[in-house]
């Protein structure tokens, strides 16, 4: 079986309740919005991003979707803050430096915002003296905040940051918290 979520803001990757630390309400969690049960995510997706989050029954498959070294590519549209010149990109392409790694080249451009985008609840901050623009951002890895830093890194901030792709799977007809088995 092999379910495509798409993840809303500020819900957590898993399907036991979460704690934070300060003693408040957790987050949500997938069981908010899946009532399948043995089934396990395929990867995962930090609680400030959104969109895919393929989920499945199947160890063998959960492996190879997550796995980097079956380099599965997966897409990403991201707004940052700003508008980056095709030589800020070209730093992406051929692969960034961040610290505790060396990202493999990426495949970025600019691109008009989606047209099947969502509302996101809350809405991203926006200062009205910075435009924002949209990032077409494809790559074979998946790190922790990867996507994030590597815009960090060439000076334009991420605002909203949603996982369009995995391999040939897309969020096509799928609206915020919702899901289909494929």
Known sequence: MIILFNKPFNVVCQFSPHA???????????????NIPNIYAAGRL???????LILTDDGVLQHRLSDPKYKELKTYWVQVEGVPQD???????????????????????????????????????????????????????GK???????????????????RYAI????TDGLSSGEWREV
């Not at 934070?20 to 899946?34: E, Q, S, V």
């Not at 930090?46 to 969109?51: H, K």
């Not at 922790?144 to 949603?162: C, D, H, S, Y």
């Open 20 to 34: 934070p630390p300060n003693g408040k309400a957790g987050n949500p969690t997938l069981k908010d919005y899946i």
């Open 46 to 52: 930090d609680t400030d991003s959104e969109g895919l």
């Open 87 to 141: 030589l800020d990109l070209e730093a992406l392409r051929k692969g960034v430096d961040l610290g505790d790694f060396f990202t493999k080249p990426a495949q970025v451009r600019l691109m008009d915002e989606p047209e099947s985008l969502w509302t996101r609840n809350p809405p991203i901050r926006e200062r009205k003296a910075i435009p924002t623009c949209w990032l077409e951002v494809k790559i074979f890895e």
């Open 144 to 162: 922790n905040r990867q996507v994030r830093r590597m815009t960090a890194k060439i000076g334009f901030p991420t605002l909203r940051l949603i």
């Open 167 to 170: 391999g040939h799977y897309t």
